[in-house]
Protein backbone atom coordinates (compact mmCIF):
# COMPACT_ATOMS: atom_id res chain seq x y z
CA UNK A 1 0.00 0.00 0.00
CA UNK A 2 1.31 3.21 -0.69
CA UNK A 3 1.60 5.52 2.26
CA UNK A 4 2.11 9.11 2.44
CA UNK A 5 3.14 10.45 5.95
CA UNK A 6 3.25 14.52 7.22
CA UNK A 7 5.48 15.26 10.15
CA UNK A 8 3.08 16.52 12.50
CA UNK A 9 -1.16 16.14 12.64
CA UNK A 10 -1.63 19.39 14.29
CA UNK A 11 0.65 22.49 14.81
CA UNK A 12 0.58 26.16 16.30
CA UNK A 13 2.76 28.70 15.35
CA UNK A 14 2.83 32.61 16.24
CA UNK A 15 2.62 35.30 13.53
CA UNK A 16 6.13 35.52 11.82
CA UNK A 17 7.80 32.06 12.77
CA UNK A 18 9.22 30.10 9.69
CA UNK A 19 6.99 26.64 9.71
CA UNK A 20 8.25 23.65 7.81
CA UNK A 21 6.25 20.57 6.72
CA UNK A 22 7.29 17.80 5.56
CA UNK A 23 5.72 14.70 3.38
CA UNK A 24 7.52 11.81 2.75
CA UNK A 25 6.15 8.87 0.23
CA UNK A 26 7.42 5.41 -0.03
CA UNK A 27 5.90 4.54 -3.27
CA UNK A 28 9.13 6.44 -5.57
CA UNK A 29 6.70 8.83 -7.14
CA UNK A 30 7.23 11.26 -9.20
CA UNK A 31 4.66 13.90 -8.43
CA UNK A 32 4.52 15.74 -5.38
CA UNK A 33 1.73 17.92 -4.09
CA UNK A 34 0.78 20.49 -1.29
CA UNK A 35 -2.32 21.75 -0.93
CA UNK A 36 -4.69 23.77 1.21
CA UNK A 37 -7.82 23.26 2.21
CA UNK A 38 -10.33 25.82 3.82
CA UNK A 39 -14.36 25.60 4.67
CA UNK A 40 -16.12 26.26 1.23
CA UNK A 41 -13.06 26.40 -0.77
CA UNK A 42 -12.16 23.10 -1.80
CA UNK A 43 -8.48 21.52 -1.92
CA UNK A 44 -5.97 24.46 -3.65
CA UNK A 45 -2.34 23.37 -5.20
CA UNK A 46 0.41 25.78 -3.25
CA UNK A 47 3.08 23.95 -5.21
CA UNK A 48 3.46 20.57 -6.80
CA UNK A 49 7.23 18.82 -8.15
CA UNK A 50 7.51 16.45 -10.74
CA UNK A 51 10.98 15.67 -9.69
CA UNK A 52 13.83 15.90 -7.84
CA UNK A 53 14.91 19.53 -7.72
CA UNK A 54 11.88 20.66 -9.88
CA UNK A 55 8.69 22.48 -8.60
CA UNK A 56 6.06 24.34 -10.03
CA UNK A 57 4.09 27.10 -8.98
CA UNK A 58 0.57 26.05 -8.48
CA UNK A 59 -3.10 28.46 -7.86
CA UNK A 60 -1.65 29.96 -4.32
CA UNK A 61 1.84 30.13 -3.89
CA UNK A 62 2.20 33.46 -2.73
CA UNK A 63 3.33 33.31 1.06
CA UNK A 64 5.23 29.81 0.51
CA UNK A 65 8.24 28.12 -0.90
CA UNK A 66 8.82 24.13 -1.46
CA UNK A 67 11.88 22.01 -1.20
CA UNK A 68 12.37 18.70 -2.78
CA UNK A 69 16.33 17.30 -2.15
CA UNK A 70 15.37 13.83 -2.11
CA UNK A 71 12.57 11.83 -4.68
CA UNK A 72 10.32 10.97 -1.45
CA UNK A 73 10.72 14.05 0.63
CA UNK A 74 8.63 17.16 -0.45
CA UNK A 75 8.83 20.18 2.12
CA UNK A 76 6.19 23.31 2.48
CA UNK A 77 8.10 26.45 4.05
CA UNK A 78 5.90 29.22 5.14
CA UNK A 79 8.54 31.81 5.67
CA UNK A 80 6.93 34.27 7.75
CA UNK A 81 3.40 32.49 8.83
CA UNK A 82 0.61 35.00 9.26
CA UNK A 83 -2.73 34.60 10.06
CA UNK A 84 -4.28 33.76 7.14
CA UNK A 85 -2.32 30.79 6.80
CA UNK A 86 -4.62 29.09 9.45
CA UNK A 87 -5.47 25.83 7.35
CA UNK A 88 -5.35 22.48 6.66
CA UNK A 89 -2.45 21.33 4.51
CA UNK A 90 -2.34 18.08 2.53
CA UNK A 91 0.19 16.69 0.44
CA UNK A 92 -0.06 13.71 -1.89
CA UNK A 93 2.08 12.12 -4.43
CA UNK A 94 1.27 10.09 -7.61
CA UNK A 95 3.06 8.98 -10.68
CA UNK A 96 2.60 9.01 -14.25
CA UNK A 97 2.81 5.47 -14.53
CA UNK A 98 -0.08 5.03 -12.39
CA UNK A 99 -3.72 4.41 -13.90
CA UNK A 100 -5.25 7.59 -14.12
CA UNK A 101 -2.83 9.24 -12.77
CA UNK A 102 -4.38 8.65 -9.07
CA UNK A 103 -3.10 10.57 -6.19
CA UNK A 104 -2.89 9.68 -2.70
CA UNK A 105 -2.85 11.68 0.26
CA UNK A 106 -1.26 12.06 3.77
CA UNK A 107 -3.26 12.43 6.96
CA UNK A 108 -2.87 16.46 6.41
CA UNK A 109 -1.40 18.59 9.27
CA UNK A 110 -3.80 21.05 10.77
CA UNK A 111 -1.70 24.69 11.16
CA UNK A 112 -3.33 27.48 13.36
CA UNK A 113 -1.02 30.75 13.34
CA UNK A 114 -1.81 33.05 16.70
CA UNK B 1 -13.31 28.43 -17.00
CA UNK B 2 -12.76 24.66 -15.62
CA UNK B 3 -15.24 23.75 -12.73
CA UNK B 4 -16.60 21.34 -10.52
CA UNK B 5 -19.44 22.14 -8.61
CA UNK B 6 -21.17 19.65 -6.60
CA UNK B 7 -24.83 19.02 -4.28
CA UNK B 8 -26.41 19.33 -2.44
CA UNK B 9 -23.52 21.01 0.14
CA UNK B 10 -24.34 19.21 3.15
CA UNK B 11 -26.84 16.03 3.66
CA UNK B 12 -28.64 13.85 6.87
CA UNK B 13 -29.61 10.51 6.26
CA UNK B 14 -30.52 7.93 9.03
CA UNK B 15 -28.32 4.67 8.98
CA UNK B 16 -29.65 1.77 6.67
CA UNK B 17 -30.56 4.29 3.96
CA UNK B 18 -29.33 5.37 0.34
CA UNK B 19 -28.65 8.27 -0.99
CA UNK B 20 -26.66 10.59 -4.13
CA UNK B 21 -24.40 12.90 -4.19
CA UNK B 22 -24.12 15.02 -7.48
CA UNK B 23 -21.13 16.70 -9.30
CA UNK B 24 -21.55 18.51 -12.55
CA UNK B 25 -18.44 19.72 -14.09
CA UNK B 26 -17.43 22.36 -16.88
CA UNK B 27 -14.06 20.74 -17.50
CA UNK B 28 -13.38 19.65 -21.30
CA UNK B 29 -11.84 17.22 -22.92
CA UNK B 30 -11.50 15.62 -19.31
CA UNK B 31 -9.04 12.15 -18.97
CA UNK B 32 -11.19 10.79 -15.64
CA UNK B 33 -13.35 11.93 -12.78
CA UNK B 34 -12.84 10.29 -9.13
CA UNK B 35 -14.82 10.78 -6.04
CA UNK B 36 -13.06 10.52 -2.86
CA UNK B 37 -14.17 10.25 0.90
CA UNK B 38 -12.33 12.35 3.40
CA UNK B 39 -13.18 11.83 7.20
CA UNK B 40 -13.09 14.90 9.46
CA UNK B 41 -9.55 15.77 10.01
CA UNK B 42 -7.85 13.02 7.56
CA UNK B 43 -6.77 13.12 4.23
CA UNK B 44 -9.05 11.88 0.80
CA UNK B 45 -8.98 8.37 0.27
CA UNK B 46 -9.78 7.07 -2.90
CA UNK B 47 -13.51 5.42 -3.87
CA UNK B 48 -13.66 5.51 -7.49
CA UNK B 49 -11.87 6.55 -10.95
CA UNK B 50 -13.58 6.47 -14.21
CA UNK B 51 -11.68 7.55 -17.30
CA UNK B 52 -14.14 9.36 -20.04
CA UNK B 53 -15.34 6.07 -21.43
CA UNK B 54 -16.53 4.79 -18.45
CA UNK B 55 -19.74 5.31 -16.98
CA UNK B 56 -20.53 3.65 -14.02
CA UNK B 57 -17.53 2.12 -11.02
CA UNK B 58 -18.71 0.72 -7.96
CA UNK B 59 -16.73 0.19 -4.85
CA UNK B 60 -18.71 -2.04 -2.63
CA UNK B 61 -22.08 0.21 -1.42
CA UNK B 62 -20.79 2.69 -3.24
CA UNK B 63 -21.19 3.24 -7.41
CA UNK B 64 -20.71 6.23 -8.99
CA UNK B 65 -22.20 7.31 -13.03
CA UNK B 66 -21.23 9.19 -15.20
CA UNK B 67 -22.49 11.15 -17.94
CA UNK B 68 -20.38 12.89 -20.29
CA UNK B 69 -22.64 14.08 -22.71
CA UNK B 70 -24.41 16.19 -19.86
CA UNK B 71 -21.00 16.48 -17.99
CA UNK B 72 -22.56 14.72 -14.75
CA UNK B 73 -21.17 12.37 -12.23
CA UNK B 74 -23.32 11.16 -8.91
CA UNK B 75 -22.17 8.49 -6.24
CA UNK B 76 -24.75 6.18 -4.94
CA UNK B 77 -24.09 5.13 -1.87
CA UNK B 78 -26.35 1.99 -0.72
CA UNK B 79 -27.64 1.42 3.02
CA UNK B 80 -25.90 3.71 4.41
CA UNK B 81 -23.70 3.11 7.62
CA UNK B 82 -22.73 5.04 10.79
CA UNK B 83 -18.90 5.33 9.07
CA UNK B 84 -20.33 6.79 5.63
CA UNK B 85 -20.40 10.12 8.05
CA UNK B 86 -17.79 12.00 5.93
CA UNK B 87 -17.12 14.24 2.86
CA UNK B 88 -17.56 12.89 -0.59
CA UNK B 89 -15.06 14.71 -2.95
CA UNK B 90 -15.50 14.64 -6.92
CA UNK B 91 -12.20 15.55 -8.79
CA UNK B 92 -11.70 15.92 -12.99
CA UNK B 93 -8.33 15.84 -14.48
CA UNK B 94 -8.79 17.62 -17.95
CA UNK B 95 -6.90 15.64 -20.78
CA UNK B 96 -3.80 17.19 -22.11
CA UNK B 97 -2.38 19.29 -19.02
CA UNK B 98 0.25 16.64 -17.56
CA UNK B 99 -0.44 14.76 -15.37
CA UNK B 100 -0.24 16.83 -12.34
CA UNK B 101 -3.89 18.80 -12.96
CA UNK B 102 -6.17 18.39 -10.69
CA UNK B 103 -9.71 20.32 -10.25
CA UNK B 104 -11.56 19.68 -6.93
CA UNK B 105 -15.14 20.49 -6.38
CA UNK B 106 -15.72 21.74 -2.52
CA UNK B 107 -17.80 18.65 -1.42
CA UNK B 108 -20.60 17.62 0.02
CA UNK B 109 -21.08 17.04 3.49
CA UNK B 110 -22.47 14.01 4.58
CA UNK B 111 -24.23 12.90 8.36
CA UNK B 112 -25.29 9.31 8.78
CA UNK B 113 -27.51 9.27 12.07
CA UNK B 114 -28.57 6.12 13.86
Known amino acids: DVKVTQSSRYLVKRTGEKVFLECVQDMDHENMFWYRQDPGLGLRLIYFSYDVKMKEKGDIPEGYSVSREKKERFSLILESASTNQTSMYLC?????????????FGPGTRLTVT | KNQVEQSPQSLIILEGKNCTLQ??????????LRWYKQDTGRGPVSLTI?????NTKSNGRYTATLDADTKQSSLHITASQLSDSASYICVVSPRGEGTYKYIFGTGTRLKVLA
Open chain 1, 92 to 104: ASSSPGLVSYEQY
Open chain 2, 50 to 54: MTFSE
Open chain 2, 23 to 32: CNYTVSPFSN
